[in-house]
């Protein structure tokens, strides 16, 4: 029953990087949102929705947006998180959007138009429905090829979101070449998805997000942030055995990139809440996974969280979060990329040969400090400033990740509990495993 987004393979980033100025929109909101597969949250109470809205409040996201399909009863559970939403008004401004997944909803006739519109009027109206500009946001995955029955994908659209007295502000991810945006004026901005991940064997770069700036025309730009992508679906199933390049701490990377371009930027979705079958949950798991149990099972991502949160405070303020404790994040995937897992015959993931075997370290010290991380023969003694400091260990044979920070003659250890890294795993399980001191 749970559905998840089919991810559109990369698609061409075709447009070079145009160098063009950018639109400096520092009157912009700065609003963060989490991208939340309803289809994963079958079991949910309002409780849950309760502990997800104060938990993501809590970190300096703005909203959830609710990746919706067309299963009725997704219905129900959309009213239950505003419902939670509003519950907690005394609480927390947290606010709720839709974004249709138009990779699964019909949109080729008129009367598909009226159902999303439904769906949005429904809402439209709630005290906890995101507003901008006093309209309603609305937001897609995909529907660049949705006419609704007329004669282009804009006039469609526009009998969507702006008849009927609604009038929404619109910001899909449309999955085309950033050149034809001009064709799209019933967006009033453009999501660029896949600016979250590296489509190839390289470090993310701002480039795409800047042809899809330079191409917006002073619309609002939203961009993606990422940390992981590993899926690993059988043909007989979902048939997608693929990772993202995760390496070189791809999630500090990103952030970096939005904060020096805050400017720019004016909404950032964090890819994703709770999307287990492709491992760049963010947020606990918990409701019903896509048959992923066999790679996020024990794989909590949640120390990310607490690290996104830093990187939230900056992008909105312009300004480093203020570091008030020593903290060390630690990420890796627990074995070799080209280890041989026989039993696993979904077979090893497509791109493999894009990351290396390493752990991934950020270390926030409100001091200098020295800083150790071994793991079995690899080893490697840091001295760091104060603030935000990033380390790589080479991992190299079965071991346990452990780490230090040495201030004044005292030594705090962090040994994590099953962070342990088998030259010989059972399956091919590319999902990072996740820590932070406490
Ligand atoms: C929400 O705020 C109310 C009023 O201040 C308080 O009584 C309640 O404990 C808060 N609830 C949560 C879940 O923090
Ligand atoms: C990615 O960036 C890091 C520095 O942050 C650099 O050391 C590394 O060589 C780069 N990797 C690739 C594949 O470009």
Known sequence: MARFVALVLALAQAAAALALPLDARSSSPKLVFAHH????????TQDTWTNDILLAASKGIDAFALNIGPDSWELGQVSSAFAAAESLSANTT????????????????????STIQQYIQQFAGHPNQLQVSGRPFVSTFSGESCTFGTGSVNQGWTNVVRTSGLNAYFVPSFFVDPATFGSYPVADGVFGWNSGWPTGNFNITFDPDQSYIANLGGRAYMAAASAWFFTHYSPQTFDKNFIYRGDDWLLAQRWEALIAHRDAVDFVEVNTWNDYGESHYVGPIEGVQPASQAWVDGFDHTAWLDLIAHYITAFKTGAPAPITRDRTFLWARLAPANANAPADTVGRPANWQWTSDALWAIIQLTSPATVTLTCGPSALTAPLPAGTSKLRLALVAECDVASSVTRGGQSVAFKPEGMHFSTAPAAYNFNAFVVASP
């Open 37 to 44: 597969i309803v289809g994963n949250t079958f079991t949910y």
């Open 94 to 113: 947290f606010k709720l959007f839709i974004s249709f997944d138009m990779s699964v909803f019909p949109c080729s006739q008129a009367s598909h138009a």
